[in-house]
């Protein structure tokens, strides 16, 4: 009752003047006028900040996400889970009466992992943990037995090239940034195949490791042999390296029951709250619904898939509707180099001035510590202002860009671009792995990264002006 005596009461502030945004990116109002302006919205951010933290709202997208992922559980690109988890969402989204509600037909990659197995041989036996990496050849029918070289970078590969020849290549690159390190799982393959190696086995992308690998997808080069690859677990990658520095000869044995099959068709799910005044014009919130075939895809990318569609339900549940539409995309595809954000921006491209700010959720919902932020600096300073908005959860940081394979097409032709930017310390524990189950998940942190994420993009979708923008 109280939120709903909230409502009526704002509805008799004096509304905010001002024209919106011009092609040309030129403004009417001064930033004073803007500060004013997001001020005005200190009670309606309050208010969805008592929802979703504290209110009837409390766990709801951490409940809602964990009968998602017992039920329908990892959604590879071409799998009958995706599918599921599609229809799925259809149905949920529906059922949660927000508008348009729809969803658009695309092509994604269908790859199968099958049965795989490694051991080594020798010095001795050992079974070694591995996933097959997304788009890998299988090894023939009988397996492959090889010796193995052990490197630590491209470099070093380079250097010793001829020894390379019919061997397996074993990389143990340490971690540095998932960024930097990310290289070694995408180009592994291609280089190793370079030098002669009949197949590669690539240390986990991981911070940390229990024994566990981490898959992940790679690309091979035209003109350049396919070999077989996958990664291996950080303990076993680092033994061995050290069996190799003592000079001890190491053989393995790999099979791996890969498959490539046609491009699938798959959807993109979209649901909106239309805009008052200018419906025409976009605020796009969105996570990816697609995930690896391992673990449960509850982290990758659940948590930012939730969260999103939470957005547009604390907006419903208080009775607001912005002056803009707020759109609800949840990507497929996106595991394999974001293929379903690509198809959808070619769809609406056309539409791009209409485009206010493209969102997106994909480096988990931990504890929440901003916002990162990709366009000018006059939309920064607007953006930097509506987070003071969040001072009650002490979320009021933004940082210099924003990150997400499915927005970067809208980015990179200039509109404002926004990620979720919380404590990513144990992101690389679990991701891509046996470990991205509901257990990494933790019901109060996904309450405040929902709160940050329905005030952003309400704020933005409801002021006035569009924010200004760069045009290519």
């Known amino acids: 009752m109280k939120y709903l005596f909230l409502i009526f009461f704002m509805n008799f502030l004096p509304p905010c003047a001002g024209k919106s945004l011009s092609r040309d990116g030129n403004y009417s109002k001064t930033f004073e006028d803007?500060?004013?302006?997001?001020?005005?919205?200190?009670?309606?951010?309050?208010a969805i900040i008592d929802l979703a933290v504290h209110g009837e709202a409390q766990n709801r997208s951490y409940e809602r996400l964990a009968v998602f992922a017992d039920t329908i559980g990892?959604?590879?690109?071409?799998?009958?889970?995706?599918?599921?988890?599609?229809?799925?969402?259809?149905?949920?989204?529906?059922?949660?009466?927000?508008e348009n509600v729809h969803l658009e037909p695309v092509k994604v990659p269908h790859w199968e992992r099958g049965e795989e197995f490694a051991m080594m041989l020798e010095p001795r036996n050992h079974s070694i943990a591995i996933l097959g990496?997304?788009?890998?050849?299988?090894?023939?029918?009988?397996?492959i037995t090889a010796e193995v070289i052990v490197v630590a970078s491209f470099d070093e590969l380079h250097r010793r090239a001829q020894e390379a020849?019919?061997?397996?290549?074993?990389?143990?690159?340490?971690?540095?940034?998932?960024?930097?390190?990310?290289q070694y799982r995408s180009q592994g393959a291609v280089e190793a195949a370079k030098v002669g190696a009949v197949a590669s086995l690539i240390r986990s992308i991981a911070s940390f490791s229990i024994h566990s690998p981490h898959t992940g997808w790679q690309n091979y080069q035209p003109g350049v042999p396919q070999i077989p690859t996958a990664c291996i677990s950080v303990e076993d990658a680092e033994m061995m390296s050290r069996m190799s520095l003592r000079g001890t000869k190491i053989v393995v044995y790999l099979k791996m029951g890969a498959k490539t099959y046609p491009d699938s068709s798959s959807l993109n799910t979209v649901?909106?709250?239309?805009?008052?005044?200018?419906?025409?014009?976009?605020?796009?919130?969105?996570?990816h619904l697609d995930s690896w075939d391992v673990g449960q895809g509850a982290m990758d990318d659940g948590g930012g898939a939730f969260i999103s569609w939470e957005a547009l339900s604390l907006v419903k549940d208080?009775?607001?509707?912005?002056?803009?539409?707020?759109?609800?995309v949840l990507w497929t595809g996106e595991e394999q180099g974001g293929v379903g954000a690509e198809q959808y921006y070619q769809l609406h491209k056309e539409n791009i001035s209409n485009f206010d700010i493209v969102m997106e959720s994909d480096e988990g919902t931990f504890k929440p510590?901003?916002?990162?932020?990709?366009?000018?600096?006059?939309?920064?300073?607007?953006?930097?202002?509506?987070m003071t908005l969040l001072l009650p959860?002490?979320?009021?940081?933004?940082?210099?860009?924003?990150?997400?394979?499915?927005?970067?097409?809208?980015?990179?032709?200039?509109?404002?671009?926004?990620?979720?930017?919380?404590?990513?310390?144990?992101?690389?524990?679990?991701h891509h792995s046996h470990g991205d189950t509901m257990t990494v998940q933790d019901p109060n942190q996904m309450n405040l990264c929902a709160a940050v994420w329905t005030v952003v993009s309400y704020v933005i979708a409801d002021m006035e002006e569009m924010l200004p923008r760069r045009y290519n």
């Open 34 to 46: 803007i500060k004013k302006e997001i001020g005005g919205y200190s009670n309606i951010a309050k």
């Open 74 to 98: 990892p959604r590879l690109s071409g799998s009958k889970n995706l599918d599921a988890a599609i229809k799925y969402m259809f149905s949920a989204l529906q059922e949660d009466r927000l």
């Open 165 to 182: 020849k019919g061997k397996v290549v074993v990389y143990n690159q340490p971690f540095i940034t998932y960024g930097e390190t990310v």
């Open 369 to 386: 510590m901003g916002l990162g932020f990709t366009g000018t600096d006059e939309a920064r300073d607007i953006v930097k202002e509506i």
């Open 393 to 430: 959860i002490n979320v009021t940081n933004i940082y210099d860009t924003a990150e997400g394979i499915d927005i970067d097409y809208w980015m990179r032709d200039g509109v404002p671009g926004a990620s979720l930017h919380d404590d990513i310390s144990k992101y690389f524990w679990f």
């Open 318 to 328: 208080l009775g607001l509707r912005p002056k803009r539409t707020l759109r609800l």
């Open 133 to 143: 990496l997304g788009n890998s050849v299988a090894t023939p029918p009988e397996g």
């Open 271 to 287: 649901a909106e709250i239309v805009g008052s005044k200018y419906p025409e014009q976009i605020v796009l919130v969105s996570g």
